[in-house]
């Protein structure tokens, strides 16, 4: 069975400070891995995902994720909040190969900026 | 295009009542996924539609919940004598299986559901 970590629910930084959400997976075999976003009173978003390939995955509104492996680890990063960041992020992961993709998630961490 | 579309966006029900849940996917999706996102649980999986493969239940919590897909596209999800635990935002995804690789799920807005 598959599995993801987010330790703790909520983080706090300040506008221009660098934005760092940890996640860690658990799955007998490398996973797909995803961060989706949610803003206030909206639906999920994808924000970026790691399938094959390049292990460094940018997405959109410049965030970033690195699979690593070793760490059975994805953490988003953002070098730079911006106050519209403002939403909760969630991890998940999905079963590499075949078609039913269902998604684990994680327990989701709520961002906050301060101005 | 038109993106994935649930109704109602709010139902509020008295417990022990059933509920209906609709999702219409996204034109062309042959799969469809219901998740369920509460506050003691977080989001969870529930069922997996696609084409006209046996559908995967292993997310129902109890067998209350049932869920159907007409004709590959519409899906509705619906709680039996439902209970003040069944609360909670459910959301429908859609994605196509179009060449190899992972294909992205849509999400829609969800539909909450308050059990009172």
């Known amino acids: 069975a598959q599995s993801v970590t987010q330790l703790g629910s909520h983080v706090s930084v300040s506008e221009g400070a660098l934005v760092l959400l940890r996640c860690n997976y658990s799955?007998?075999?490398?996973?797909?891995l995803f961060w989706y976003v949610q803003y206030p009173n909206q639906g999920l978003q994808l924000l970026l995902k790691?399938?094959?390939?390049?292990?460094l995955v940018k997405g959109i509104n410049g965030f970033e994720a690195e699979f690593k492996k070793s760490e059975t680890s994805f953490h988003l990063t953002k070098p730079s909040a911006h106050m519209s960041d403002a939403a909760e992020y969630f991890c998940?992961?999905?079963?590499?190969?075949?078609?039913?993709?269902?998604?684990?998630f994680g327990k989701g961490i709520t961002l906050s900026v301060r101005p | 295009g038109a993106g994935v579309s649930q109704s109602p966006s709010n139902k509020v029900t008295e417990k022990g009542k059933d509920v209906e849940l609709r999702c219409d996917p996204i034109?062309?999706?042959?799969?469809l996924y219901w998740y369920r996102q509460s506050l003691g649980q977080g989001l969870e999986f529930l069922i997996y539609f696609q084409g006209n493969s046996a559908p995967d239940k292993s997310g129902l919590p109890s067998d209350r919940f049932s869920a159907e897909r007409t004709g590959g596209s519409v899906s509705t999800l619906t709680i039996q004598r439902t209970q003040q635990e069944d609360s909670a935002v459910y959301l429908c995804a859609s994605s196509s299986l179009a060449g190899g690789g992972y294909n992205e799920q849509f999400f829609g807005p969800g539909t909450r559901l308050t059990v009172l």
């Open positions: 799955s007998s075999v490398p996973p797909y």
């Open positions: 790691y399938t094959t390939g390049a292990t």
């Open positions: 998940a992961v999905s079963p590499s190969g075949g078609a039913n993709s269902k998604l684990t």
């Open positions: 034109s062309g999706h042959t799969a």
